[in-house]
């Protein structure tokens, strides 16, 4: 199902109901850019992009970066409830909403497209006219503050010359008709929505005192009324001034009231694959701007969602023990646990599609929002039954319920999104050095191995280089390859014998011990 701003407020109370009903709720979260290397290949690094030899904090730092400068085009959640009555089995509501930043008063964001991100979005079919043309609107905790305290104080501008043309030509309209319209006479203005029709009715009624506007589905009508009855609609009506300023401002929080209802479920867990990056999206432009600290990231987003799990951490153990095949993205997980190599195929959680999400039973949508927020899901399920079949046993698997899933889960619960985090297992660091290669640079050492792997160049002194991959087999190829090698040898970094530091230390060390024997001998007195 496609949310856009035009049928965002109706389904609000639906949303609620299943959300406060499941027993989980799936995410995934598409952007408008990454600027990672995961999306191309570095030849020269700077404070911007990632690197392999990054400490977690330093990759939050740079990923700060990128989330403050690029933005949110669809957030997917798949909510999935376990069906009363039925052993094992669950529905899934899966809902793709597109947003787009508010833009009213003193709003106006600014936000940056990558290209290669455009074009990967655009190749699986992303609609970017619902994006920009009806986009729900968002805004964290600080621009609600800004925008409630502009709305109710009256203090409020349009945003655009575009908008002051647009709001003029209106205000042209209403004046000629009002010169030949008598009391009780009314006339609409179609096609005006969202926050411009806010904005016209405010112009309207501070610059005409003898009208009265009311929004309908059809437009903003406009009715012709005496000053006295006006004063009288001001102070009793419904829709006065003071109560649809409220509705302005639950209308400009758009998504914000949605990711409340999400905060406020507490208790249901919120899963993601690799979902560090949508976390800090989330905490960004829905509750407060990122802080410099990652600790302070943490304990932030520990606070909003309590119950944190992403399945790539999940899935990283199991697959090493059953052997199943290298895989690099989530939808290959997914076929993996679909197919016959995995033992609890037959015996595992039975998933259906609500009825409007049927589109994704027989067809893929990879990287449609929503379709891998229930692949989410559909993994962490499958994946939570291969967990309890290991510590059970195929033939003594106890009544299965979500509670019994998530108590097996429990080693991955807030895995690195709360307290210390996990510690990594990964390739070892590789020394190159150097011979008979004068100046050689970052860029020339990567251009040189770049054919047999990818992996992150970092030099050690004026003749000595970091090498660093994310594959076991890379590290072992390298080093098969360059065995021997006249110019470049390799060998596995050893922090005590390589590092710079630690060998100044030892110099330092050496000159000390040799001047303080020096001084005992000279000062030893002569028999």
């Not at 850019?33 to 690197?51: A, D, E, K, T, V």
């Not at 027989?362 to 079949?389: I, M, Q, R």
């Amino acid at each position: 199902m496609d949310v856009g701003a035009d049928e965002f407020e109706q389904s609000l109370p639906l949303l609620q109901e299943l959300v406060l009903g499941a027993d989980f709720v799936g995410l995934d979260i598409e952007f408008t850019g990454l600027r990672s290397n995961q999306s191309r290949p570095q030849q020269i690094r700077c404070l911007f992009f990632h690197s392999l030899f990054d400490l977690p904090s330093e990759w939050y730092l740079k990923t700060r970066q990128s989330v403050q400068q690029f933005t949110i085009c669809q957030i997917g959640l798949s909510v999935f409830s376990s069906i009363e009555g039925e052993s094992n089995k669950y529905v899934a509501h899966s809902c793709n909403f597109f947003l787009f930043p508010t833009t009213f008063g003193v709003l106006d964001s600014e936000f940056s497209f990558q290209a290669s991100s455009v074009q990967f979005l655009n190749q699986y079919g992303f609609d970017y006219n619902k994006f920009l043309k009806n986009g729900i609107p968002y805004m964290n905790e600080e621009q609600e503050k800004k925008i409630k305290h502009n709305i109710l104080t009256g203090n409020w501008k349009v945003r655009s010359s575009l908008d002051k043309d647009q709001i003029k030509v209106v205000i042209d309209e209403v004046t000629r008709w009002l010169d030949l319209a008598e009391e009780g006479d009314w006339m609409t203005l179609p096609g005006i929505a969202g926050f411009q029709a806010f904005e016209i009715q405010l112009v309207l009624r501070q610059a005409l005192p003898n009208i009265w506007t009311v929004l309908r589905d059809q437009g903003i009508i406009v009715k012709k009324v005496s000053k006295q009855h006006r004063w009288y609609l001001e102070n009793t009506s419904c829709d006065r001034e003071s109560c649809w300023k409220e509705k302005i401002l639950l209308s400009a929080r758009g998504f914000s009231v949605f990711f409340q209802m999400l905060v406020k479920a507490q208790k249901q867990p919120l899963v993601g694959h690799n979902m560090m990056t949508d976390l800090l999206h989330l905490h960004e432009k829905f509750f407060r701007p990122l802080p410099e600290s990652y600790d302070q990231f943490k304990l932030n987003i520990h606070s909003l969602f309590p119950v944190l799990i992403d399945t790539k951490n999940v899935t990283k153990d199991i697959w090493k023990e059953l052997n199943f095949p290298r895989v690099s993205n989530l939808s290959e997980v997914y076929e993996v646990l679909n197919s016959d190599l995995n033992p609890t195929k037959s015996s595992g959680p039975v998933i259906i599609h609500a009825s409007k999400c049927e589109k994704y039973a027989e067809t893929k949508y990879p990287h449609e929002a929503a379709y891998d927020a229930f692949l989410c899901g559909s993994v962490l399920l499958k994946v939570a039954h291969l967990l309890l079949w290991r510590v059970h046993g195929a033939g003594s698997l106890p009544e299965l319920s979500f509670p019994l899933y998530l108590d097996v889960l429990a080693p991955y619960v807030n895995q690195n999104f709360s307290g210390p985090d996990y510690p990594s297992i990964r390739p070892p660091i590789l020394l190159l050095s150097v011979r008979r290669w004068p100046g050689v640079s970052e860029q020339q050492v990567y251009r040189e191995f770049q054919n047999l792997c990818k992996f992150d160049v970092r030099r050690l002194s004026r003749s000595q280089f970091l090498l660093l991959t994310n594959k076991f087999k890379d590290a072992r190829s390298i080093l098969r390859e360059y065995r021997g090698h006249p110019t470049l040898q390799i060998s596995l970094y050893r922090y005590w014998r390589h590092s710079p530091d630690i060998n100044c230390l030892l110099q330092v060390c050496g000159v000390v011990a040799t001047w303080a024997l020096l001084a005992l001998v000279l000062g030893r007195p002569d028999p």
